[in-house]
């Protein structure tokens, strides 16, 4: 089971980023997937999550309203579509996935995001 995250960057604040994380040798669609964040100094919290069939979502206050958390099961990929971003965002985001057959969960590398002037 490998979770690869990639599309962070440099942006400043207002703008917009969309981060992917793309699975591979797993049945995806049997996984509910999540994406954290950890800032220097900070606990790793959870900015947002998505049920298995993509019908159901859920974010932390923070981010609610700003970003949109999909996926696409024939991809094998789930995305973070972050918008209005602010420097509070600034962080490694790490997506995660947890089976629902057997709850085990699997970790991505984590991708930098820094907003900045």
């Known amino acids: 089971v490998q979770l690869a995250e990639s599309g962070g960057g440099l942006v400043p604040p207002g703008g917009s980023l969309r981060l992917s994380c793309a699975a591979s040798e797993f049945i995806f669609r049997r996984y509910a997937m999540s994406w954290y964040r950890q800032a220097p100094g900070k606990e790793r919290e959870r900015v947002a999550s998505?049920?298995?069939?993509?019908?159901?979502?859920s974010y932390t206050d923070s981010v609610r309203g700003r970003f949109t958390i999909s996926r696409d099961n024939a991809k094998n990929t789930v995305y973070l579509q972050m918008n209005s971003l602010k420097p509070d965002d600034t962080a490694v985001y790490y997506c995660k996935a947890r089976s629902i057959v057997t709850m085990g969960e699997y970790w991505g590398q984590g991708t930098q995001v820094t907003v900045s002037s």
């Open positions: 998505l049920s298995s069939s993509g019908d159901s979502t």
